[in-house]
């Protein structure tokens, strides 16, 4: 077994392979760039290297400068975790001429899948599915409006070398193809290095699922069941979770023996996946088609780890020391139900805006669950848990250089309802302050009644809120809770000086009558002894905030919620269970105040196209003098590596031009005005 390893990442996969190899009892080295010098993974690792400036192109993704980490500090192979250099065959062939082993496949398996027209013909040697579509090079967007007549629409356009949601877009349309296919080729070059585009005929009702592979180099390959990822946004996985709640055992077999058959086909050892899409269209199961194979461990790996107990960085290691893999097929079984989420520095009530900045603020639910990458073995009497997996700390910096994602959290739990359940309660819990979040938007998620009944699709989240997200829907029994904590809020505010335990039933003072104002409508509030009375409803309960806390659980009857609080001025600000909400508490004889103390209406700006968030002016689509429609494409931003297309709000005549192509933008800068 290896005595050092060098993990050639950062943030929260560069935490979890130091974890397990702690455990294992092999030291670790960490490399970081400029910006990640205060990172936690330095922190945790037994030795660290500064490797250049902070954009990856300098650092991280540079094979010399691993390389010569490894030899200043005699690290005797390489986990490479996901992204940066992990599927760079020249990469791996590297490190063998140095003597130096990876954790991961070998070049020809990586040189083999990376392709993405290659590994399709492969796959279909190898007897697996693959989806209908042109798998040769495209000359230029004539070339390709041709081939997508000839599929038939609706159509997808991928970079060859794509990944993680870059370099894809979804064509119904000549139109579509004609104004997408040119961006698909920049983001592939800009990315990837490679800007060719093939072009394959887009799946009905489709739904995304993966099958895990594991592999050693005696010629054992697993397969440890799928993970569902359909929900998914602009192509980038926002949910997933094992096993799927589509997936019947034959079809699970059907997949996992076909995706074995390719990892063979190739000389796999170590973890992969294969990415498949179903169509969920087809009830016999029998519709899936290969994607893609990832030669890496994916983001979403801890759902399976929940569900087998198998901890896939413990064995890519293993393997890689040349160990025999101690399971067989047989060994791997599901127990429970395990969902992850993306927490990812976003603004989804502005259109999931990237959001960068200070996390003034970082507590994630119960944190003790982050120190063992597998919670708890499965089997009978297993508690659910909480897993957070995270990179970041209070008083870090969340950059402009990499990746949005700021945790994962994992739920684990003997059923579905019940690890969504969990998952609604701990983002509760979850406090950021600084950066914009997806938190809400997850816990909406989480909540849906779609998503509860498994009917999923990668369309999920434009189909259920094709206008935009807002907040999820807040029930009244909800509404009466938060309105019964903010009088007892304000109540404790008021009293300062300690006097009040906390306690509704605990209280000793005379009753109370609160008027507050949330959403619109007001709420009477009378705390008592006990609990509270909210417009005539008795809510037996507590709440447990004091002044200063950021977080509260109230509970009423058999109905307890964590809320996140802040003082605002005279008002409150409150958010729980995917929801902001705005109270402002009066004494009831004070009611009639209410009305003068609302806010004022924010000016109408819908006429300026504003740049909403940092980031390089790629391309502007119209002159001065231009008329435009709803809908039509004004601009293109690129930010964090995605080209973003900004739209006109309404319709007018381009009035006002502000900004140049090239022009670095910070967020909310002038692009140009409508005269409407």
Same mark, same amino acid.
């Given at each position: 077994?290896?005595?050092?390893?060098?993990?050639?990442?950062?943030?929260?996969?560069?935490?979890?392979?130091?974890?397990?190899?702690?455990?294992?009892?092999?030291?670790?080295?960490?490399?970081?760039?400029?910006?990640?010098?205060?990172?936690?993974?330095?922190?945790?690792?037994?030795?660290?290297?500064?490797?250049?400036?902070?954009?990856?192109?300098?650092?991280?993704?540079?094979?010399?400068?691993?390389?010569?980490?490894?030899?200043?500090?005699?690290?005797?192979?390489?986990?490479?975790?996901?992204?940066?250099?992990?599927?760079?065959?020249?990469?791996?062939?590297?490190?063998?001429?140095?003597?130096?082993?990876?954790?991961?496949?070998?070049?020809?398996?990586?040189?083999?899948?990376?392709?993405?027209?290659?590994?399709?013909?492969?796959?279909?040697?190898?007897?697996?599915?693959?989806?209908?579509?042109?798998? =040769?090079?495209?000359?230029?967007?004539?070339?390709?409006?041709? #081939?997508?007549?000839?599929?038939?629409?609706?159509?997808?356009?991928?970079?060859?070398?794509?990944?993680?949601?870059?370099?894809?877009?979804?064509?119904?349309?000549?139109?579509?193809?004609?104004?997408?296919?040119?961006?698909?080729?920049?983001?592939?070059?800009?990315?990837?290095?490679?800007?060719?585009?093939?072009?394959?005929?887009?799946?009905?009702?489709?739904?995304?699922?993966?099958?895990?592979?594991?592999?050693?180099?005696?010629?054992?390959?697993?397969?440890?069941?799928?993970?569902?990822?359909?929900?998914?946004?602009?192509?980038?996985?926002?949910?997933?979770?094992?096993?799927?709640?589509?997936?019947?055992?034959?079809?699970?077999?059907?997949?996992?023996?076909?995706?074995?058959?390719?990892? /063979?086909?190739?000389?796999?050892?170590?973890?992969?996946?294969?990415?498949?899409?179903?169509?969920? &269209?087809?009830?016999?199961?029998?519709?899936?088609?290969?994607?893609?194979?990832?030669? /890496?461990?994916?983001?979403?790996?801890?759902?399976?780890?929940?569900?087998?107990?198998?901890?896939?960085?413990?064995?890519?290691?293993?393997?890689?020391?040349?160990?025999?893999?101690?399971?067989?097929?047989?060994?791997?079984?599901?127990?429970?139900?395990?969902?992850?989420?993306?927490?990812?520095?976003?603004?989804?009530?502005?259109?999931?805006?990237?959001?960068?900045?200070?996390?003034?603020?970082?507590?994630?639910?119960?944190?003790?669950?982050?120190?063992?990458?597998?919670?708890?073995?499965?089997?009978?009497?297993?508690?659910?848990?909480?897993?957070?997996?995270? =990179?970041?700390?209070?008083?870090?910096?969340?950059?402009?250089?990499?990746?949005?994602?700021?945790?994962?959290?994992?739920?684990?739990?003997?059923?579905?309802?019940?690890?969504?359940?969990?998952?609604?309660?701990?983002?509760?819990?979850?406090? #950021?302050? =600084?950066?914009?979040?997806?938190?809400?938007?997850?816990?909406?998620?989480?909540?849906?009644?779609?998503?509860?009944?498994?009917?999923?699709?990668?369309?999920?989240?434009?189909?259920?809120?094709?206008? =935009?997200?807002?907040?999820?829907?807040?029930?009244?029994?909800?509404?009466?809770?938060?309105?019964?904590?903010?009088?007892?809020?304000?109540?404790?505010?008021? &009293?300062?000086?300690?006097?009040?335990?906390?306690?509704?039933?605990?209280?000793?003072?005379?009753?109370?009558?609160?008027?507050?104002?949330?959403?619109?409508?007001?709420?009477?509030?009378?705390?008592?002894?006990?609990?509270?009375?909210?417009?005539?409803?008795?809510?037996?309960? *507590?709440?447990?905030?004091?002044?200063?806390?950021?977080?509260?659980?109230?509970?009423?009857?058999?109905?307890?919620?964590?809320?996140?609080?802040?003082?605002?001025?005279?008002?409150?600000?409150?958010?729980?269970?995917?929801?902001?909400?705005?109270?402002?508490?009066?004494?009831?004889?004070?009611?009639?105040?209410?009305?003068?103390?609302?806010?004022?209406?924010?000016?109408?700006?819908?006429?300026?196209?504003?740049?909403?968030?940092?980031?390089?002016?790629?391309?502007?689509?119209?002159?001065?003098?231009?008329?435009?429609?709803?809908?039509?494409?004004?601009? *293109?931003?690129?930010?964090?590596?995605?080209?973003?297309?900004?739209?006109?709000?309404?319709?007018?005549?381009?009035?006002?031009?502000?900004?140049?192509?090239?022009?670095?933008?910070?967020?909310?800068?002038?692009?140009?005005?409508?005269?409407?």
């Amino acid at each position: 077994m290896f005595k050092k390893i060098l993990i050639a990442n950062r943030g929260e996969i560069a935490c979890r392979v130091i974890r397990t190899a702690r455990r294992m009892g092999i030291a670790t080295v960490a490399v970081y760039s400029d910006a990640d010098a205060r990172s936690p993974h330095v922190q945790l690792a037994d030795e660290a290297v500064h490797i250049g400036p902070s954009p990856a192109s300098e650092s991280y993704l540079v094979a010399e400068k691993i390389i010569a980490a490894c030899r200043q500090t005699g690290a005797e192979a390489v986990h490479p975790g996901y992204g940066f250099l992990s599927e760079r065959a020249g990469f791996v062939e590297a490190l063998e001429a140095e003597g130096i082993a990876f954790i991961g496949p070998p070049a020809g398996a990586i040189a083999a899948m990376g392709d993405k027209i290659a590994s399709k013909k492969l796959a279909k040697a190898a007897g697996v599915n693959v989806v209908p579509g042109f798998v =040769g090079e495209i000359a230029n967007t004539d070339h390709a409006v041709r #081939i997508a007549a000839e599929i038939g629409y609706p159509v997808m356009m991928k970079a060859s070398a794509g990944g993680g949601g870059k370099g894809m877009r979804l064509a119904y349309s000549e139109q579509d193809v004609r104004e997408g296919f040119e961006s698909v080729k920049r983001e592939g070059l800009n990315s990837f290095g490679d800007d060719r585009v093939f072009i394959e005929k887009f799946i009905l009702d489709p739904r995304h699922i993966e099958i895990q592979l594991l592999g050693d180099r005696h010629g054992t390959i697993l397969y440890l069941n799928e993970r569902e990822c359909s929900i998914q946004r602009r192509h980038q996985k926002v949910v997933e979770e094992a096993p799927s709640p589509f997936v019947t055992p034959a079809m699970r077999q059907a997949m996992g023996e076909q995706c074995v058959a390719l990892a /063979r086909a190739v000389g796999y050892h170590s973890a992969g996946t294969v990415e498949l899409i179903v169509s969920g &269209a087809d009830p016999s199961g029998e519709s899936f088609y290969f994607l893609e194979m990832n030669t /890496r461990l994916q983001v979403e790996h801890p759902v399976t780890e929940a569900i087998t107990g198998v901890d896939l960085v413990e064995q890519m290691i293993r393997v890689a020391a040349g160990e025999k893999l101690a399971l067989t097929q047989a060994d791997i079984g599901i127990d429970g139900w395990a969902i992850e989420t993306r927490v990812y520095a976003e603004d989804p009530y502005r259109g999931f805006l990237p959001s960068i900045g200070r996390l003034v603020r970082y507590a994630p639910p119960e944190a003790a669950a982050r120190q063992e990458p597998v919670a708890a073995a499965p089997g009978a009497g297993q508690q659910p848990y909480v897993r957070v997996d995270d =990179g970041v700390a209070e008083g870090g910096e969340v950059s402009m250089f990499y990746d949005p994602m700021i945790a994962k959290l994992i739920t684990w739990a003997p059923t579905r309802d019940a690890a969504a359940d969990l998952q609604v309660d701990a983002l509760d819990r979850f406090v #950021i302050e =600084g950066p914009g979040h997806n938190i809400h938007f997850l816990s909406a998620l989480m909540q849906h009644e779609r998503f509860r009944s498994g009917a999923l699709t990668t369309g999920f989240i434009a189909e259920e809120w094709p206008e =935009g997200f807002a907040g999820a829907k807040t029930s009244e029994d909800t509404l009466r809770l938060i309105a019964a904590l903010m009088a007892g809020a304000e109540f404790t505010h008021e &009293a300062r000086a300690g006097k009040i335990s906390g306690k509704i039933d605990g209280a000793p003072v005379p009753t109370s009558d609160w008027c507050v104002v949330m959403d619109g409508r007001d709420y009477a509030v009378t705390l008592a002894e006990g609990g509270a009375r909210v417009d005539g409803h008795w809510l037996a309960g *507590t709440w447990d905030w004091q002044p200063g806390d950021r977080l509260s659980t109230v509970s009423g009857g058999d109905h307890a919620i964590g809320v996140q609080i802040a003082r605002e001025g005279v008002r409150w600000s409150l958010s729980t269970r995917g929801a902001r909400h705005r109270a402002l508490v009066l004494p009831a004889r004070l009611a009639p105040l209410a009305e003068h103390m609302l806010e004022k209406v924010a000016p109408d700006l819908s006429r300026f196209l504003v740049c909403p968030m940092p980031g390089l002016l790629v391309a502007l689509h119209v002159a001065e003098g231009d008329t435009v429609q709803p809908g039509q494409m004004l601009a *293109t931003v690129e930010a964090m590596k995605m080209e973003n297309v900004l739209r006109a709000e309404k319709g007018g005549t381009v009035k006002a031009i502000m900004a140049k192509a090239g022009e670095s933008l910070a967020v909310d800068a002038l692009i140009l005005e409508l005269d409407s």
